[in-house]
């Protein structure tokens, strides 16, 4: 009997290493990898064309997508997870010194205003510094991966011929999201964004995810045990990572390892999966695209993932 075998795009990572290198196996089918470089070429791939049979996407695509009807459903692993503090860069020159004196000015926002990075920055801008997002003019400097979606009228697309960088630069903006602009006068509105980012995690468990993982909604129907194998498979290669992060055992520690060790000071997994660990930074970032007009109607947290994912822990 020929192997079952699924298209399937991720990020080589610590945490899904042991399945890329085929250390770790799904029991009922076999991943058969694609690299896609720009990972988020994939994103859009997936949401406009379905492309894949399991795809890493943006948790914030996915929530907009699915808003739209898309033909696909999540599972609870949460490949990529990063603190937003330091995404916010301001011109030193446009006498902006707190993220308040944003409001009323153009701010940048790299490619689309629902990508992931923004949506959490700004959270943080208004959860922790009480900035109205509905009073600062967000300037896209692309489109949207989901093509259906409208942004708020507060939302506007780059002027033809500019970039996010160049306008930053030479004061246009006063600020940017996600944005590396090669000048003096470009600085991080939120100084020691890693601590920030930390003692945000202490203080209120926010600890923001980027990545999901979403399965072809057919596939699903098809296959009754597919999506409780992949979120098994993928928790054992996380489980792998983890334990070597513990112990010291990575080789050449990168940037974002020595972030999830820094997070496991705090709590003792830096990349729980399942609803249940993670119910109130969904919930979290629910609310947030509610009130940044990413999504228009609220959703429940469990309605996002696969039914046979809801309980399940990793």
Not at 89 to 103: C, D, F, M, Y
Not at 160 to 173: R, V
Not at 270 to 295: C, D, K, S, W
Request: overall charge neutral.
């Amino acid at each position: 009997m020929p192997e079952f075998k699924l298209k399937t795009v991720t990020r080589t990572q610590g945490n899904n290493r042991a399945l890329k290198d085929g250390s770790v196996k799904p029991r009922t089918f076999a991943f058969d990898f694609e690299e896609v470089d720009p990972l988020i070429a994939a994103f859009r791939r997936m949401v406009r064309g379905n492309e894949f049979d399991i795809c890493e996407m943006a948790i914030t695509t996915y929530i907009c997508a699915k808003a739209h009807g898309k033909p696909m459903t999540a599972v609870p692993v949460f490949l990529v997870r990063a603190f937003h503090h330091g995404a916010t860069v301001v011109n030193a020159k446009s006498g902006i010194r707190t993220p308040k004196e944003l409001e009323g000015r153009n701010v940048g926002v790299n490619r689309g205003y629902t990508v992931t990075t923004g949506v959490w920055a700004r959270s943080v801008l208004q959860d922790e510094h009480g900035v109205d997002l509905s009073k600062v003019t967000w300037v896209l400097s692309g489109d949207e991966h989901v093509a259906e979606y409208r942004p708020p009228a507060n939302v506007v697309p780059i002027d033809k011929g500019k970039t996010i960088a160049d306008m930053l630069a030479s004061g246009e903006l006063a600020a940017a999201i996600g944005v590396e602009a090669n000048s003096p006068d470009v600085k991080p509105l939120i100084p020691n964004a890693l601590e920030a980012g930390l003692s945000a995690l202490r203080r209120r468990g926010h600890y923001p995810i980027n990545h999901t993982l979403v399965i072809k909604d057919e596939l699903i129907a098809k296959h009754p045990d597919l999506a409780a194998d992949v979120f098994e498979a993928f928790t054992r290669a996380k489980r792998r990572y983890v334990e070597a992060l513990e112990a010291g055992k990575i080789d050449k520690p990168s940037e974002v390892d020595e972030v999830h060790r820094r997070v496991m000071e705090i709590t003792s997994d830096p990349l729980p999966y399942g609803i249940a660990p993670n119910r109130n930074v969904i919930e979290e970032l629910i609310r947030h695209a509610l009130t940044q007009g990413i999504i228009t109607k609220p959703v429940m947290a469990d309605e996002l993932f696969a039914p046979s994912t809801r309980t399940l822990v990793g």
